[in-house]
């Protein structure tokens, strides 16, 4: 990255305070927060093995900075620029002042002992940047991942993409309590999609580290696991066979289903099927859930949150028991307004993306329950794709479709088909024949493998007849 570049940010940082204290001093203000993020990403992608004219490697530098300004009188307003100019930034300051609203619970900015410390990027990403060969590495990158790809054949195989991206950010927040840190990440992005006549099956992963061949290969292999050569038909008299969920799979019932009830804006708010007297209490038997910004190397791990915040580990759910949600110091505030007897029960996370919201970093999922071990030398149905919008969070009953769905029989792949799975997530999860398998990776989240007999296969209409396939 350019010198030039990095000394103009930094420049238009130190004024951007200069002018925050001075409508500080001026009683104008009462607090403030910032955020400025440096971005440069590099990014290509093949069509067929062929670089497009309409989309070359490309190369880009976006600046964001994100200001929240305590005001008098109980209000508070914020703002974002995407631009490095001075004359910008008094203006979209001005503005904010006369949009400033009245909020019950606003920021509470805390002075800070120390941020955490480790790993967040390799070295040898970090250097692609430093050294200027990002663009050489990701030309590299792209030819490796596309030579897997190339390898991949299927008599309804219309066309294939990869791409590839290498992403840093040099992440920089000040306050007015005297806060000051700074963090400097790097991550690689890898991508592979075959389009069917049928279907598209594509995957991409991400990474804190120049991925190696191996992990280049996983990402094809993982997009073409779909691409099997089978008959295709409909699903008969198999439909009461076990159900066994990829870890895919199960994350995304996991998000749609039960994360959302884990909100603490939800459990304040009771629109969900938990609610803030339910801490302390099993809500959902078995589920662990974790989230660890902490992780080394990991893309998705933070030194810092939007509040400037340290983050920590939280365990939220544990043996189903629902322990500490993610917090801002505005939902603490709240909290503690509500439910005078929990004062000091919670604590800040360090995961607050806005004054009355709180994301994830990396989270895991883990069920109390015996292991998959010989179940998969038996007869069931693969699922590793759902797809819909038929689903209750409150009561975690669900109905989804499954394309390509794969059909075993005694361990062995007899055919794929279109389904609808249907059943309650929640008793799922605790039902006698559940099993669970090792946690695997999906982006930023780890879960594991589930077989199990409490949820239900019905057939789908085919959307086309397609011409049946030797094994």
Request: aromatic fraction near 8%; charged fraction near 25%; glycine fraction near 6%.
């Amino acid at each position: 990255m350019k010198q030039l570049q990095k000394t103009s940010v930094s420049e238009f940082i130190e004024t951007a305070g200069s002018l925050l204290n001075s409508r500080l001093h001026s009683g104008q203000i009462e607090g403030f927060a910032c955020t400025s993020y440096l971005r440069e990403v590099h990014t290509a992608a093949l069509f067929n093995g062929e670089m497009h004219s309409k989309a070359p490697v490309q190369r880009n530098m976006p600046f964001e900075m994100q200001v929240s300004l305590i005001l008098p009188d109980e209000r508070s307003v914020g703002f974002s620029l995407g631009a490095i100019s001075v004359p910008l930034f008094n203006k979209m300051l001005d503005f904010a002042l006369r949009q400033a609203v009245i909020l019950e619970h606003r920021i509470k900015l805390r002075r800070q002992d120390r941020y955490p410390d480790f790993r967040l990027a390799s070295d040898r990403l970090l250097d692609l940047f430093r050294d200027g060969n990002g663009s050489e590495a990701l030309l590299q990158m792209i030819e490796k991942l596309e030579k897997h790809a190339a390898r991949i054949s299927h008599p309804r195989l219309m066309n294939r993409e990869t791409g590839v991206s290498f992403s840093f950010c040099d992440k920089t927040y000040f306050d007015s309590a005297g806060n000051h840190a700074q963090e400097i990440s790097a991550s690689c992005s890898a991508g592979c999609t075959f389009a069917l006549e049928d279907t598209t099956e594509s995957h991409s992963d991400v990474f804190g580290d120049m991925p190696d061949d191996h992990e280049l290969k996983a990402v094809v292999d993982e997009a073409a696991k779909n691409l099997i050569l089978s008959k295709v038909q409909p699903l008969e008299s198999d439909s009461q066979m076990p159900v066994l969920l990829t870890h895919k799979a199960v994350i995304d019932l996991l998000d749609q289903l039960v994360m959302p009830n884990l909100d603490t804006r939800t459990l304040i708010d009771k629109t969900g099927a938990w609610e803030l007297d339910h801490i302390g209490q099993v809500v959902l038997d078995r589920l662990s859930i974790e989230d660890n910004p902490h992780l080394e190397g990991s893309p998705f791990s933070s030194f810092f949150d939007f509040e400037g915040t340290p983050t920590s580990p939280v365990k939220i759910l544990s043996d189903g028991k629902l322990q500490h949600p993610l917090m801002t110091s505005a939902l603490l505030d709240e909290i503690e307004e509500l439910r005078p007897d929990w004062k000091g029960r919670f604590a800040l996370t360090g995961h607050a993306e806005s004054v009355n919201s709180a994301s994830f970093t990396n989270v895991i999922y883990r069920l109390d329950c015996p292991a998959l071990d010989s179940a998969l030398d038996g007869s069931y149905i693969q699922i590793q794709n759902l797809t819909g919008m038929s689903l209750d969070p409150l009561t975690g009953q669900f109905a989804l479709d499954a394309e390509g769905a794969k059909v075993f029989i005694a361990g062995n792949l007899k055919y794929s088909t279109s389904l609808t799975l249907r059943g309650n997530f929640f008793q799922a999860l605790a039902h006698a024949s559940t099993r669970a398998g090792a946690l695997e990776r999906h982006y930023n989240q780890w879960a594991p493998s589930l077989y199990t007999r409490a949820l239900s296969c019905v057939s789908k209409e085919l959307a086309q007849n397609f011409e049946e396939l030797q094994n």
